[in-house]
């Protein structure tokens, strides 16, 4: 799944949409993402990946349905912004006590950094 979803992500490079940092969870994901300013739009893009993702997931054995209808989505405004929202990405693996220490976790990266 970890590898499935690095390469869509790296994929979508081709259309400017640019993935940063993220945490893949059992039950969900967060990423960090910059969309173009014309063109790619983000629910579409989402679908997309819930798209592939839930073939990858079929493949491996698991049954329809693989997502919850709908995202939810945060306008990033600042700097601090982006790193307090990281901050608490970065802690959910440690606060499911799924690790020890949250840089730990396997399911974690970034595609490319993405400036703020």
Request: charged share 20%.
């Amino acid at each position: 799944m970890h590898d499935t979803f690095v390469h869509f992500c790296r994929r979508a490079l081709e259309r400017n949409v640019a993935v940063g940092r993220y945490v893949i969870m059992p039950d969900h994901v967060h990423l960090f993402l910059r969309l173009p300013p014309e063109g790619q739009t983000l629910g579409p893009w989402i679908k997309a990946l819930k798209c592939v993702l839930g073939r990858e997931l079929e493949h491996a054995g698991y049954a329809a349905p693989h997502w919850q209808e709908g995202f939810f989505d945060h306008l990033m405004r600042s700097a601090e912004s982006y790193a307090g929202k990281w901050k608490y990405v970065e802690q959910n693996p440690l606060r499911a006590q799924l690790c020890g220490r949250s840089e730990d976790w396997p399911f974690q990266g970034e595609i490319v950094p993405i400036p703020f």
